[in-house]
C-alpha cells in the first residue's frame, strides 16, 4: 500500500507522491516554535506528530529532508523584551535551548535544519521586494509594507485555498499590523512592520526603512531558502491554517507565480481535561511541569501518539498513568527478548512489518496501529515459555528486529536498563551475603530497604537483577 495523507489543500485524503522525479527526496516543513515561553504540551502535540510524520516517511523508504525554523522575532517575542529589559537574543536563546532540549526528551529526531528568523532578514527583505515589484505588496502611510489581497486576487491567484473564506464580506483597503488575527477581519497584512519607538533595539535596515519582519514572511521565506520554491509537505496546528498559513501561501505563490506546496498537513488541537488549555483554569501543562510530576519524555509522547492527528486530543494526567502501565508492558516483553536473545542478531518479520505498514500507511491509522503492536505483545508472550531451546535466541532475535522496526516509527523506545547507584548495590550485595549466611529476616529486610528507595531485586538464574521501580 502507498502512503496516503488527508491533504488540507484538497480537503481529501490521497496519495502522497514526492515532488521528486526519482520519488526519494521528500522536503518536508513544520511551522516552529515560537520562542517567548516554554513549549506547552498543545504544541508539543504538534511537534509530535510532525515527527511521526517524518519517521513514517523515512520508514516508508524516502530520503527527508526535516525544517523546522525558529521563530525568534515577532510582535509577543518584542514585548516581553520590552517588558523583562532584557536583549532579543538573550531572551529567545534561553527559550530555543529549552525547547530543544524538551524535543529531545519526547524522543523526537532533530530537524535537519532549524533557521532562525533574525538569520534570514536577507532573504525575508529579498522577498518582499518581489512582491512589491509584482505589485502585489505596497508601502503604507506608517510606514509599513502590506500584502494587498485584491491586487493578489486581481492577478488571478486564490487567496483562501485551505479555508473558506467569505472574500465578499471583506472591506477593500482594510490592514491589520498584528501577527495575528481573527477570520473576519481577512485584510492586508504587514509583511515589513516599520520601527516604532515600542521596539527597543529590535530592528533592522531595509529598503523600506528600519523596521522588522512580519511572522507570516518569515515563514515564505525560510522555507523556500531551504526547500525551494514549491516542496512537498508543510504542517502545522490547525489553528495555523488562518491568517499564518494561508498567508504564506499568498506570500510565496505571489512571489514566485509557483504553486507553494504539494500537501498541508494539520494537527488537530489538544485539550486537557476536557478543556481549552488556560493558565487561569490550571490546566496549562508545559512538558517540564509534568517531568516534574514525576512522569518522564516517553509516557507523554506514548500519550500523545495514542490518537489520530485529525482528532481533537483530550490530554488528561489519568491518561499519563494509563500510558506508564502501558509502556511498563512493552518494556517487560521487550527486556525478557532481549534476555533470551542474549545478543543474537536476526532478520525482521516482514510479513508483520507490511500489515503494520498498512495501518500506519491509512493516513496514519494510528489506533490500528497499536491494536497491532499489542496483538504482537500478546502472541510474543504467549509463544515464549513454548519456543523449543535451540529456537529461543534465534526466535527472541528475530522478534527484536521487528520490534526495532516498529519503534523506528513510533520512538517510545525501552527504558534503558538503569544503572544501580553504589549504595544500592552495596545492599543487594549484604543481602546476598545475608542469604549466603540463611540470615532471611536481613535478607527480606535488606529488600524492603532496597524496594523503599526504589529499587526490586529479582533472583535469576544467572544471579541477582536490579531494576528500577
Ligand atoms: P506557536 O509556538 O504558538 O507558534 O505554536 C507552535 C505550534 O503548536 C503550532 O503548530 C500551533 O498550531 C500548535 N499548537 C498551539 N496550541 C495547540 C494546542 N492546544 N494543541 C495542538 N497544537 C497546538
Ligand atoms: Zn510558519
Known amino acids: ?9 484538497t480537503r481529501s485524503v490521497q496519495e502522497f507522491v514526492p515532488l521528486d522525479p526519482q520519488k526519494k527526496k521528500v522536503g518536508m516543513y513544520c511551522c516552529g516554535p515560537t520562542v517567548y515561553d516554554f513549549a506547552h504540551i498543545g504544541n508539543w502535540r504538534t511537534f509530535v506528530f510532525a515527527d511521526l510524520v517524518r519517521r513514517t516517511l523515512e520508514f516508508s523508504g524516502y530520503d527527508v529532508t526535516h525544517v523546522m525554523n525558529i521563530t525568534d522575532v515577532e510582535d509577543k517575542i518584542i514585548k516581553r523584551v520590552r517588558e523583562q529589559k532584557t536583549t532579543l537574543r538573550e531572551f529567545t536563546g534561553k527559550f ?26 536577507a532573504e525575508i527583505i529579498a522577498l518582499i521586494e518581489k512582491l512589491v515589484a509584482r505589485g502585489v505588496a505596497y508601502k503604507a502611510a506608517d510606514g509599513s509594507v502590506y500584502f494587498s489581497i485584491e491586487k493578489y486576487r486581481g492577478c ?28 473576519e477581519s481577512v485584510a492586508d497584512f504587514a509583511l515589513w512592520k516599520a520601527r516604532v519607538p ?9 529598503p ?21 520554491e514549491t516542496f512537498d509537505l508543510h504542517l502545522g496546528g490547525e489553528d495555523l491554517k488562518f491568517p499564518h498559513h494561508e498567508d504564506e501561501i499568498a506570500q510565496s505563490e505571489g512571489a514566485t507565480g509557483k504553486p507553494f506546496v504539494k500537501f498541508w ?32 519524555g516517553r509516557e507523554v509522547r506514548y500519550l500523545l501518539l495514542t490518537s489520530h492527528y485529525r482528532e481533537t486530543f483530550n490530554f488528561t494526567l489519568d491518561g499519563l498513568h494509563g500510558a506508564k502501565t502501558a509502556l511498563a508492558r512493552i518494556d517487560e516483553c521487550i527486556s525478557k527478548l532481549r534476555d533470551m536473545a542474549a545478543g543474537k542478531i536476526e532478520q525482521a518479520d516482514d510479513v508483520y512489518l507490511g500489515q503494520f505498514r498498512d495501518s500506519l500507511e491509512d493516513d496514519l491509522n494510528i489506533s490500528a496501529v497499536w491494536g497491532k503492536i499489542y496483538e504482537w505483545i500478546r502472541q510474543t508472550n504467549k509463544e515464549m515459555d513454548s519456543v523449543p531451546p535451540v529456537m529461543r535466541s534465534f526466535w527472541a532475535a528475530r522478534r527484536l528486529a521487528t520490534w526495532d522496526k516498529i519503534d523506528s516509527v513510533l520512538g517510545v523506545g525501552v527504558k534503558a536498563e538503569a544503572e544501580a547507584p553504589a549504595e544500592i548495590s552495596a545492599l543487594a550485595a549484604a543481602r546476598a551475603e545475608a542469604k549466603k549466611a540463611k540470615d532471611f529476616k536481613r535478607a527480606d529486610a535488606i529488600r524492603d530497604e532496597l524496594k523503599a528507595k ?10 541477582i537483577k536490579l531494576k528500577k521501580i
Open 208 to 228: 523600506f526603512g528600519e523596521g522588522r519582519p512580519g511572522w507570516h514572511i518569515e515563514c515564505s521565506a525560510m522555507s523556500i531558502k531551504a526547500l525551494g
Open 96 to 121: 530555543e535551548a529549552a525547547f530543544l532540549d524538551d524535543l529531545k526528551a519526547l524522543g523526537c529526531r532533530e530537524p535537519h535544519v532549524k533557521p532562525r528568523a533574525t538569520e534570514h532578514i
Open 198 to 206: 515600542d521596539d527597543g533595539d529590535v530592528f533592522w535596515p531595509s
Open 1 to 9: 500500500m502507498a502512503l496516503k495523507l488527508f491533504n488540507t489543500l
Open 156 to 183: 488571478g491567484c486564490c487567496y483562501g485555498q485551505l479555508l473558506k473564506l467569505n472574500l465578499d464580506e471583506m472591506r477593500a483597503g482594510e490592514r491589520v499590523a498584528s501577527d495575528e488575527y481573527e477570520k
Open 454 to 463: 526504589g529499587w526490586v531485586i529479582e533472583d535469576t538464574p544467572k544471579g
Open 265 to 296: 498537513l494539520h494537527g488537530a488541537h489538544l485539550l486537557v481535561e476536557g478543556k481549552k488549555m488556560s493558565k487561569s483554569l490550571g490546566n496549562f501543562f508545559t512538558l517540564r511541569d509534568l517531568l516534574a510530576k514525576g512522569f518522564t
